[in-house]
T-cell receptor, first 109, second 120 residues
């Protein structure tokens, strides 16, 4: 079993829909990252959080430390949001990131 | 300012050959990380540098893989006797320490575009 599990693996939605991507982890962490990767492109950091909730534009990330669970929400989704979204955790005092498998999101116009 | 850069962007080599992959981190970032991403998978940690020293090399798969960061900025990942299974995108990231942090805590990691390595 991977230390970081994401669901769903693939998600297709229509433009304008509210999107939720989930991440569960099984280890103690010091921080959780949400990352975005476009096809053929590099990885961009969206959020780094260790508690509560963060919002940036149409993106919202939440984390529940007790339940070892985080969600990434996209409001009013747009085709340009189509990408792979990756959850990654920093385990304990280590600096390295442990990554989930990613969620491939496709937003159709 | 400039982000993390990696060269080459693509590298095709033959089985058994030696390759070097270069990473230029963001200026002033003291931490540098190497990850490897196979097709359809999330990245996997290889090695992490704090300054010039390898603080954690637990992700290097075997002794064919080696990385250096002699002056605490540019890093080179070296792979000897390449195998077809080494084919992947090799990602580099860097990060800085939050102001006033006395411990080992670092800010978010900034990723380079990756080097796609293909071993024939």
């Amino acid at each position: 079993k991977n230390e970081v599990e994401q669901s769903p693996q693939n998600l297709t939605a229509q433009e304008g829909e509210f999107i939720t991507i989930n991440c569960s982890y099984s280890v103690g962490i010091s921080a959780l990252h949400w990352l975005q990767q476009h096809p053929g492109g590099g990885i961009v950091s969206l959020f780094m959080l260790s508690s509560g909730k963060k919002k940036h534009g149409r993106l919202i990330a939440t984390i529940n430390i007790q339940e070892k669970h985080s969600s990434l929400h996209i409001t009013a989704s747009h085709p340009r949001d189509s990408a792979v979204y990756i959850c990654a955790v920093r385990v304990g005092g280590a600096q390295k990131l442990v990554f989930g498998q990613g969620t491939r999101l496709t937003i159709n116009p | 300012g400039a982000g993390v850069s990696q060269t080459p962007s693509n590298k095709v080599t033959e089985k058994g050959k030696y390759v070097e992959l270069r990473c230029d981190p963001i200026s002033g970032h003291t931490a540098l990380y190497w990850y490897r991403q196979s097709l359809g998978q999330g990245p996997e940690f290889l090695i992490y540098f704090q300054g010039t020293g390898a603080a954690d090399d637990s992700g290097l798969p075997n002794d064919r893989f080696f990385a250096v960061r002699p002056e605490g900025s540019v890093s080179t990942l070296k792979i000897q006797r390449t195998e077809r299974g080494d084919s992947a995108v090799y990602l580099c990231a860097s990060s800085s320490k939050p102001p006033g942090s006395g411990g080992s805590s670092y800010n978010e990691q900034f990723f380079g575009p990756g080097t796609r390595l293909t071993v024939l």
